[in-house]
Each structure stands twice: as C-alpha cells, then as structure tokens.
C-alpha cells in the first residue's frame, strides 16, 4: 500500500491523534492553520495517519531567525510514527511541503535541528538543506506532558535552510 500526503482538516484530526497521538499539538496546529498561521500536512497510509510536518507562516519565537531570515518559513515537526521510518515517508512530506511553498511563492525555507539529532540533520542535508552562516541557536518548543499539562523544552539547533527556487530542488 502507497502513501499519500495532503492538509490536514479538522475531519483528520481523531485520525492524526489515534495514529500519532499529541491531541493538544495536532488541535494547536488546526486551529493557527484556519487562522492562517501555518499549513499541517499528514501522511497517510490508507486511512491511518503515519506522519506529520507544520509548516509555519507566523514570525519566529527566536529574535535570530526573525532578524537573519524574515519571512521565510519554518519547517517544524516532521515526525514519523516508529515502526514505519525509513520508509521514505518523511521524504515525501519534506518534498510535499516544499511544493506547497512554492506554489505559495516561498523561495526559502528554514527549519531548526537539535545538534545530537544526527539523522534527522542527514535526511535534511540529503534534500538540500544546508546550514546557515551562523552559530547554533537555543530554540523552545511546547511539549505535552502525559496529564495534559504543558511545557517547554529548549535546546540549541542549527539552522538549515533550503533555497526552493535553486540547486537541490
């Protein structure tokens, strides 16, 4: 069975969390979608949600990236559930998502990778994304605790970014 990847709607979302979990994560990014903050596209396996990436409109958190790269949208949360990785899954949402900023007009896209995240910087790397001059920087994202409650994790990333319109397109 083939994989697909589209926008997730509001209709996916009992899908996304049974297939990926992260209820409060998944209902955040719905609703800065529908305000036009971002875009979350889901990879499907048939009817079950295998993978997720957010693409991300709204101004950085980090004054770094607001200041060196405005404008340009953040690729985040790229995930794809255990069992099925290195599947090419994640692949096709990292291609899907640049086709969408293209068609959006984007001719960059940045994203933030922990420094001891060695694979996830490979599979970037191997599509393009290249790091940007600068050192690494501490990033924060909001996490779920198992009761629901919230906080957030920092830790320093390195910026990669890709030129859409370029080479390794």
């Known amino acids: ?25 998944f209902d955040d990014r719905l609703r800065r979608q529908r305000v036009g903050h971002g875009l979350l596209l889901a990879a499907w396996l048939g009817a079950a949600a295998v993978g997720d990436v957010y693409l991300r409109f709204e101004p950085a958190d980090e004054p770094e990236l607001r200041e060196r790269l405005p404008g340009v949208p953040l690729l985040q949360h790229l995930e794809v559930r255990a069992g099925l990785r290195n599947r090419r899954i994640g692949s096709r949402l990292i291609r899907a998502a640049e086709r969408v900023l293209r068609e959006l007009g984007h001719s960059r896209v940045a994203l933030g990778v922990a420094l001891d995240n060695h694979d996830a910087a490979r599979l970037y790397r191997r599509h393009g994304y290249r790091e940007w001059p600068h050192p690494p920087i501490p990033t924060s994202s909001e996490e779920v605790r198992p009761d629901g409650s919230t906080y957030r994790r920092r830790e320093l990333c390195q910026i990669l970014v890709k030129n859409l319109a370029g080479p390794g397109r």
């Not at 069975?1 to 994560?25: C, E, S």
């Open 1 to 25: 069975m083939t994989h697909t990847v589209h926008t997730a709607t509001p209709a996916d979302l009992p899908a996304l969390v049974r297939g990926l979990g992260q209820q409060h994560y």
